[in-house]
């Protein structure tokens, strides 16, 4: 069945140093989304990128898309504290349901 | 945040209780979802509703009822649960089912005694 892995699972960063996490399908994806989940709350959705190579910014978030449609990356620029959390993708597959598969999630610890 | 509330925010049950559930969205959306989140798994979706008619049961136990009876209440209707079905339970909302983005509530603490 579709599967959406992410890694790595856990992250423990210094403040100011950059994170990335990477999102990889086993099937092509028609969009995939982030959300972000921070400690005892709820996802909240980040963006969502539908074009092959897209890149969207956010601040100091940058999002890709592979060309392949197939795998995603978010990277944080000199983390703060205030990036705690577990950071989901949720990829759609192209065709049948219309289900966001949610990756297994990236946890970031940020040590001030 | 209070586009999408739950009810109650915590919940200890026993196996053979029955207990619902409730969420309400304040978004005017038309899709509203229920999701399990388990340690250490991924976010599992288990049904999906839009414009009130069920389109996705995720193989979930029978032990599990949804309930939709407009587009802004759901509900999860609990009973004879197990332990392993302790989790937090998030309900959600979207505009529709697709592509659009997903605005998730606080989630129901469920412990099974």
């Known amino acids: 069945g579709q599967q959406v892995m992410q890694i790595p699972q856990y992250q423990h960063v210094q403040e100011g140093e950059d994170f990335t996490t990477y999102c990889n399908s086993s099937t092509t994806l028609s969009n995939i989304q982030w959300y972000k989940q921070r400690p005892g709350g709820h996802p909240v959705f980040l963006i969502q990128?539908?074009?092959?190579?897209e890149v969207k910014k956010q601040k100091r978030l940058t999002f890709q898309f592979g060309e392949a449609k197939k795998n995603s990356s978010l990277h944080i620029t000199a983390t703060q504290t205030t990036d705690v959390g577990t950071y989901f993708c949720a990829g759609r597959v192209l065709t049948g349901a219309n289900n966001l598969f949610f990756g297994t999630g990236t946890r970031l610890t940020v040590i001030p | 945040e209070t586009g999408v509330t739950q009810t109650p925010r915590h919940l200890v049950m026993g196996m053979t209780n029955k207990k619902s559930l409730k969420c309400e969205q304040h978004?005017?959306?038309?899709?509203m979802y229920w999701y399990k989140q388990s340690a250490k798994k991924p976010l599992e979706l288990m049904f999906v509703y839009n414009f009130k008619e069920q389109t996705e049961n995720n193989s979930v136990p029978s032990r599990f009822s949804p309930e939709c009876p407009n587009s802004s209440h759901l509900f999860l209707h609990l009973h004879t649960l197990q332990p392993e079905d302790s989790a937090l339970y998030l309900c959600?909302?979207?505009?529709?089912?697709?592509?659009?983005?997903?605005?998730f509530g606080p989630g129901t603490r469920l412990t099974v005694t």
């Open positions: 978004l005017g959306h038309n899709a």
């Open positions: 959600a909302s979207s505009q529709g089912t697709s592509p659009y983005e997903q605005y």
């Open positions: 990128l539908v074009k092959s190579g």
